[in-house]
């Protein structure tokens, strides 16, 4: 025991005579950093790498600089949990992500419990924020917002189709697909099927074959990309002609590398593209200049570090509690979403969900193009 207290003494002792990581604030980044959805854990990654770069570079946050420290989830709720542990042993005082809302949930608890602040750039289920934490933030919208947006859509476009709402039985998935549903049901259309499947399926030979026994035109799909890509590709196999629509968690162009041309004229929603604002442009041509597409997530990452950054200018301190108690105040924060604020719950004030559609390019990629 007193071995152990020593040993910490003497090593803050030497931390402060050399005045190096003492002097740091530790930023985690939790996301899947690998596994089927490591590419929207790159653009969280390269997102909060890129601000925070920015920020170093400019002097850091109230003289220190940031530090980063990595934590790879991979999409688990238990692994995320490790991550969250680990950061809160490493003195993390600021989390970038998670990417799921079955991670960021539990996650945020813990980081509640050790003085953390989380700000999500992609979680977007109701329930991360509708706790009552002091520390749950995010930059993107919520399912309920995104649910009746696409409801509303598929009900003024697709009055008379036969829909089937299919979600992969996760919290954000199975979330943004009843709010869909909901938002149907109170415009007056009643889906013709609703199911779950398993994340990580290979083979959706069963569920096609009900599709077509129902007579399906339009499909909506709450959940990611991988499976979204396999259920579009094996419906063109079968030659089972419906609208592909889904959320937020297909907004890759990895999706077309599944899909393949398959992919053309799918649906989904998702905020304003950031990459389209001009002042935005230097910024995007650095990272297309790195090799790095700056799509979905990234400058959703990029501004919950910019946000952060800002809140705990306002108030002259590091201290999470109190850039919390900033954030959810009345100041507006200059970010490449635009001037963002949040209300008490964590939520931003931003514009919401718009529609997009897949098309193929001069290039001959298939991406997302706004409608």
């Known amino acids: 025991m007193k071995k152990s207290l020593f040993s910490g003494v003497a090593l803050a002792a030497m931390l402060a005579f050399s005045g190096s990581a003492s002097a740091d604030i530790l930023f985690g980044i939790g996301a899947p950093l690998t596994g089927p959805n490591a590419v929207y854990g790159a653009q969280i990654q390269k997102g909060a790498e890129a601000a925070i770069k920015e920020i170093n570079d400019a002097g850091g946050i109230n003289g220190e600089k940031i530090k980063i420290v990595l934590g790879d989830d991979v999409s ?13 042993a490493e003195g993390v005082k600021y989390v970038i992500g998670h990417f799921n809302s079955g991670v960021s949930i539990p996650a945020s608890e813990v980081y509640a419990e050790n003085g953390i602040l989380e700000m999500s750039p992609a979680a977007t289920n109701p329930v991360y924020t509708e706790r009552g934490l002091w520390n749950t933030f995010r930059t993107c919208g919520r399912d ?12 003024d476009h697709f009055k008379d189709a036969k829909i089937a709402v299919i979600h992969d039985k996760t919290p954000y998935g199975q979330g943004l697909a009843d709010e869909t549903k909901k938002a149907l049901n109170a415009a007056g259309v009643k889906e013709v099927a609703y199911e779950g499947v398993n994340v990580g399926e290979k083979d959706y030979s069963a569920l096609i074959a009900k599709l077509k026994q129902e007579g399906v035109t339009v499909l909506y799909w709450g959940g990611l990309h991988t499976e979204a890509g396999l259920i579009i590709r094996q419906l063109a ?15 890759s162009n990895e999706l077309a590398s599944i899909a393949g041309d398959a992919v053309a004229g799918t649906l989904n929603t998702f905020g ?23 799509e979905a997530y990234t400058l959703y990452s990029y501004a919950g570090v910019q946000a952060i950054a800002a809140a705990a200018k306002a108030v002259k301190s590091n201290d999470p509690q109190e850039v919390a108690k900033a ?20 939520d931003p004030k931003l514009p919401g969900y718009v529609m997009y559609e897949w098309k193929k390019g001069a290039d001959g990629k298939y991406t997302y193009v706004q409608k």
């Open 76 to 88: 688990d709720p238990k692994q995320g949990i490790s991550v969250a542990n680990k950061f809160a």
């Open 144 to 155: 309920d917002q995104q649910g009746t947006i696409a409801g509303k859509y598929i009900a």
């Open 237 to 251: 196999d079968q030659n089972l002609k419906v609208t592909f629509i889904s959320g937020d968690g297909i907004v």
């Open 272 to 294: 304003p593209d950031p990459r389209n604002n001009p002042d935005n442009a230097e910024l995007v041509k650095k990272f297309r200049d790195a090799g790095f597409e700056p």
């Open 327 to 346: 954030l959810k105040g009345k100041e507006t924060f200059k970010t490449v979403l635009g001037d963002i604020s949040f209300d008490e719950k964590g």
